[in-house]
């Protein structure tokens, strides 16, 4: 199983960004995590198998959108009105549960990262 995370970029804050996950291999619950420097990595979003459910940060809540396209084996994340605090390495994951998770011991794989900055 490979994730190939993209769309990541610089905005100014109130921007909006969508970032995508292409998934090659049979993979069930997905989520988006992100990390900035110097701080662990944290939840931002998941979504089930086959896509009814959806989790989110509290942080992120009501600006950011997961969804997933089971056709073409692909997860995305809608970002809308972003912060500064909103800065880091999106990573995509995936697991083999079709359950949501929002820990990171429960993703089995992940994907390379894709940079957002967004400037005050």
């Known amino acids: 199983v490979q994730l190939q995370a993209s769309g990541g970029g610089m905005v100014q804050a109130g921007g909006s960004l969508r970032l995508s996950c292409a998934v090659s291999?049979?993979?069930?619950?997905m989520g988006w995590f992100r990390q900035a420097p110097g701080k662990e990595r944290e939840f931002v979003a998941a979504?089930?198998?086959?896509?009814?459910?959806?989790s989110y940060a509290d942080s992120v809540k009501g600006r950011f959108t997961i969804s997933r396209d089971i056709a073409k084996n692909a997860v995305y994340l809608q970002m809308i009105g972003l912060k500064p605090e909103d800065t880091g390495v999106y990573y995509c994951?995936?697991?083999?549960?079709?359950?949501?998770?929002?820990?990171?011991?429960?993703?089995?794989?992940w994907g390379q990262g894709t940079l957002v900055t967004v400037s005050s």
């Open positions: 994951a995936a697991r083999k549960l079709t359950s949501i998770s929002s820990s990171v011991s429960g993703y089995d794989f």
């Open positions: 291999g049979r993979v069930y619950a």
């Open positions: 979504i089930n198998w086959p896509g009814r459910t959806t």
